[in-house]
T-cell receptor, first 112, second 114 residues
Framework: GQQLNQSPQSMFIQEGEDVSMNCTSS?????WLWYKQDPGEGPVLLIA?????ELTSNGRLTAQFGITRKDSFLNISASIPSDVGIYFC????????????FGPGTSLSVIP | DVKVTQSSRYLVKRTGEKVFLECVQD?????MFWYRQDPGLGLRLIYF???????EKGDIPEGYSVSREKKERFSLILESASTNQTSMYLC?????????????FGPGTRLTVT
């Protein structure tokens, strides 16, 4: 079946550093979404992207819809301890109503 | 703020038991979803519903059924629980139309089947 790959699988960074992670697919996607999951909670939607090349920010977070439509990127600037969690990308190919596919997640740890 | 609530945060059941997981949303969303989350596998869609009494199979529907009798409530049923159904179960909801893919999740139910 379709798969999304996320890189890196996990990250350990110092507080204040910038973070970059990405999500790739072998198939073209029409929508990319980024979620964050805090320990013991459900995922929370951070950013939704609907057009190739689109760059969208939400506070210290910036996400981009790749030009090839096969990838997306998430950057976090000046990380803080509450950024800790698992970041999931999700994509929709547009062939199935309301069905999105989730990546396996990138686990982020921030060292104070 | 959208609120999606799930009936239990933790549940322990025995093999063969019938298990009901309940989900309620308060935003009048058309769509509701059930996922299971396992380490390294991300979220996998079990079933979804885009209207009352409507349901569609997701990627892993085997061993599960669902019920949506009211717009705000979506139930996941494990007819005969098995140990390989031990997992975190997440409910989500969304509007229909152009924003259908922006899903709002509940806190999850961690189910252990012994």
């Amino acid at each position: 079946g379709q798969q999304l790959n996320q890189s890196p699988q996990s990250m350990f960074i110092q507080e204040g550093e910038d973070v970059s992670m990405n999500c790739t697919s072998s198939s073209i996607f029409n929508t990319w979404l980024w979620y964050k999951q805090d320990p013991g909670e459900g995922p929370v939607l951070l950013i939704a992207l609907y057009k190739a090349g689109e760059l969208t920010s939400n506070g210290r977070l910036t996400a981009q819809f790749g030009i090839t439509r096969k990838d997306s990127f998430l950057n976090i600037s000046a990380s803080i301890p509450s950024d800790v969690g698992i970041y999931f990308c999700a994509g929709r190919r547009g062939t199935s109503y309301d069905k999105v596919i989730f990546g396996p997640g990138t686990s982020l740890s921030v060292i104070p | 703020d959208v609120k999606v609530t799930q009936s239990s945060r933790y549940l322990v059941k025995r093999t063969g038991e019938k298990v009901f997981l309940e989900c309620v949303q308060d935003m009048d969303h058309e769509n509701m979803f059930w996922y299971r989350q396992d380490p390294g596998l991300g979220l996998r869609l079990i079933y979804f519903s885009y209207d009352v009494k409507m349901k569609e199979k997701g990627d892993i529907p085997e061993g599960y059924s669902v019920s949506r009798e009211k717009k705000e409530r979506f139930s996941l049923i494990l007819e005969s629980a098995s140990t390989n159904q031990t997992s975190m179960y997440l409910c989500a909801s969304s509007f229909g139309g152009a924003r259908a893919y922006e899903q709002y999740f509940g806190p999850g139910t961690r189910l252990t089947v012994t």
